[in-house]
């Protein structure tokens, strides 16, 4: 197998900054040298790509129809959404806010881009920029209205600041006209936004 | 002081920019590389903070995001004595000569 079979396809004609290009030098060295096998990274990249908010769709919506579950979810999620076949990473701890009428939970991570990627797969590039990590700790109303979020002044807001030991996922609130749908389309209401606290849970059509 | 990671209430009046870039196939690899590597208990998450948090400040405002990943892999590789700089350096040039 030539070298270039152990980088998914790197695309040549792109111009790569010089930290980008030493990154692909260290996964040939470790490949060359067999400290990584030929193939872990590309089968990765795959294992990666099948993650997206729907798996923490899943969960909320569970959340939403089962209040055992849910019981389970708010005092040890990582067990909880273990039920519904997610293993986080080992050095990861989870847990789940609950947005209410009164209290509404905002996501950031203000020291890099934790985020809880098992149930939501990877962060959009808004929650890493500077902007956001330091705006939402000083004006997370601002910040929401700028994503078209409209928090009443009267529901209390709280911004939890992720660390690389903990990430949040929220429960958003269940939607009104949402009664007796079943879980499967529920979790189609659930948006990524919501589960982050920039957004709310969509309103049945 | 605080260090150029810590970015929470710094002030800036800068909206946020929700459009989001298709990533490129680099950073797919430094991406699933880490997962690799924390798999092999060559880094674990800390240490790719630390190498993440030991950059000169000018140098982690101007790179992206993975960049930094990069340059964080490198440092912590380095300094395990895993990989030298030369033979990265190296191999980046082998890059440079058959891409062009």
Known sequence: ?205 | MSAPHDRGGLPTREPIDQTSHEWADWEHLVNALVGVLRRHDLINVDELRRGIEAMAPTEYESSSYYERWSASIEHILVEKGILSAEEITAATREIDAAWG
């Open chain 1, 1 to 205: 197998m030539s070298d270039d079979h152990t980088h998914p396809g790197l695309q040549h004609h792109v111009p790569l900054s010089e930290r980008a290009k030493r990154a692909v030098a260290i996964h040939r060295l470790l490949a060359r040298k067999n400290i990584v096998g030929p193939d872990e990274v590309r089968e990765t990249i795959d294992r990666a790509r099948r993650r997206s908010p729907a798996d923490g769709a899943r969960v909320v919506a569970r959340a939403w129809t089962d209040p055992t579950f849910k019981t389970r979810l708010m005092d040890d999620a990582p067990s909880a959404v273990f039920e519904l076949g997610y293993r986080l990473s080992r050095d990861a701890g989870l847990a789940v806010i609950e947005n209410t009428d009164r209290l509404h939970h905002l996501v950031v991570c203000t020291l890099c881009s934790c985020y809880p990627t098992s149930l939501l797969g990877q962060p959009p590039d808004w929650y890493k920029s500077f902007a956001y990590r330091q705006r939402a700790v000083v004006e997370p109303r601002a910040v929401m209205r700028e994503f078209g979020l409209h928090v009443d002044e009267d529901v209390v807001v709280r911004v939890v600041d992720s660390t690389a030991d903990l990430r949040y996922l929220v429960l958003p609130r269940r939607p009104s006209g949402s009664e007796g749908m079943p879980e499967a389309e529920l979790a189609g209401l659930v948006t990524r936004d919501s589960m982050i606290g920039v957004g709310e849970a969509r309103k049945p059509a």
